[in-house]
């Protein structure tokens, strides 16, 4: 089956610590995103890739980085400057032309312990 | 810069009673407009696209419909399992009528339906 995989469901960092979150999708989308959801608020992009090799900062940025080395995968790494990482992160790809629904992984819930 | 409001914040429905979700948008240039719904705990799972004004589009109980500033999901006769979040986003051109997909999204309805 096509679709995106998210992992792990559940990530537990410490103070100070890089956490890494994978996902990789098998839907031969050319761009995949990021997105942080807290309680309340709507989805808000971190960061978004168009091409392999290419990326491009979102909304909220600062204290995360990713790369895209391969169309399939798109990892997110939660740095140490991230003040407030305690989040639900969700991953999305979608075509470039033609319909451009983003199709959703089932997230990683990250907490700061 | 784009923006979306939907409304209300939280809706609770005995089953049955029929309701609609809005969704108030700005966008420089409307690419298209998307419903999603969502699960405690889960992602989003894709519903609709609406691309111009006065499209609809149906599955099963959910109708959304579009006009220039507005799009609502209309949820006819609902059951429980229909209690869900419910997201609406909207994607805009870019500069030269380019697009990367970014999509800008509502709050969401919290939507309860009561047995």
């Known amino acids: 089956d096509g679709g995106i995989t998210q992992s792990p469901k559940y990530l537990f960092r410490k103070e100070g610590q890089n956490v890494t979150l994978s996902c990789e999708q098998n839907l031969n989308h050319d761009a995949m995103y990021w997105y942080r959801q807290d309680p309340g608020q709507g989805l808000r992009l971190i960061y978004y890739?168009?091409?392999?090799?290419?990326?491009q900062k979102g909304d909220i940025a600062e204290g995360y980085s990713v790369s895209r080395e391969k169309k399939e995968s798109f990892p997110l790494t939660v740095t140490s400057a991230q003040k407030n990482p305690t989040a639900f992160y969700l991953c999305a790809s979608s075509r470039e032309g033609g319909k451009r629904e983003a199709f959703f992984g089932q997230g990683t819930r990250l907490t700061v312990v | 810069e784009d923006q979306v409001t939907q409304s209300p914040e939280a809706l609770r429905l005995q089953e049955g009673e029929s309701s609609s979700l809005n969704c108030s948008y700005t966008v420089s240039g409307l690419r298209g407009l998307f419903w999603y719904r969502q699960d405690p705990g889960k992602g989003p799972e894709f519903l609709f696209t609406l691309y111009s004004a006065g499209e609809e589009k149906e599955k099963e109980r959910l109708k959304a419909t579009l006009t220039k500033k507005e799009s609502f999901l209309h949820i006819t006769a609902p059951k429980p399992e229909d209690s869900a979040t419910y997201l609406c986003?909207?994607?805009?051109f870019g500069a030269g009528g380019t697009s990367y997909g970014k999509l800008t999204f509502g709050q969401g309805t919290i939507l309860t339906v009561h047995p």
């Open positions: 890739s168009q091409i392999v090799n290419d990326f």
């Open positions: 986003a909207v994607q805009a």
